[in-house]
């Protein structure tokens, strides 16, 4: 809903919108084609996520559990679901200082949020489940194909979906929809993409 009311998100927790209502349930039935049983659906405990990880839960028959390290990345600090008009008229430094990409306060720096990434995935590995539906946020997708998967995002769409393997310790690309990346001058369509990151 932040979105449709032109707020600045991150940690902000709006609820989902009707059209967000309808992604859910539509990734749910793709999930559900991929007759892949999940062990577990942990979700960001911030409303939009949390909605839809129930939405697919109940398609899915599968139980939820919250899991801090998958909220958002907290970009707009205090201007957290402040109307982007209003923000213009009575905080202009801050937002002069976003558009210049400066620290706002109570914003997660970047290092934090791609320490805070590299701690998820490194607990992911050691949890007591084998397939494991995690329901996160844009800008977290991004880090994890930016900074650990060594790719370039190019697109993302609501309600896509990033399929990961653990192998040795280490995450490998499997498939996505909803997701384009890009490595040099060449893109790739997330349906084709299948090249791995050694290291």
């Known amino acids: 809903m932040d979105d449709l009311q032109k707020e600045f998100g991150g940690w ?5 919108s009707p059209r967000g209502i309808s992604l859910a349930k539509k990734t749910a039935q793709q999930l559900k084609k991929q007759k892949v049983s ?24 599968t139980p939820i559990k919250e899991y801090i390290f998958l909220k958002e990345r907290n970009t ?40 805070r990434v590299d701690t998820l995935l490194r607990e992911l590995i050691y949890l007591p489940y084998k397939n494991i539906l995690c329901i996160t946020h844009g800008y977290l ?3 994890i194909i930016e900074e650990f998967l060594g790719l370039t995002r190019e697109d993302i769409q609501d309600g ?3 399929v ?29 993409y299948t090249k791995f990151k050694s290291a």
């Open 12 to 16: 902000s927790d709006p609820k989902l």
């Open 38 to 61: 999940f062990d577990i659906i942990l979700t960001s405990p911030l409303q939009r996520a949390s909605q839809s990880a129930t939405i697919i839960a109940s398609i899915l028959h």
């Open 76 to 115: 707009y600090g205090i201007l957290g679901g402040v109307k982007k008009d209003l923000a213009r008229r009575l905080y202009p430094e801050l937002i002069r200082a976003y558009n210049a990409q400066e620290f706002i306060p109570g914003a997660e720096r970047y290092e934090d949020f791609k320490n």
């Open 141 to 143: 997708i991004t880090t």
């Open 160 to 162: 896509c979906i990033l």
């Open 164 to 192: 990961l393997r653990i192998n040795n310790e280490k995450y490998e690309y499997v498939s996505s929809e909803g997701l384009s990346f890009k490595e040099g001058n060449q893109t790739y369509d997330s349906m084709r």
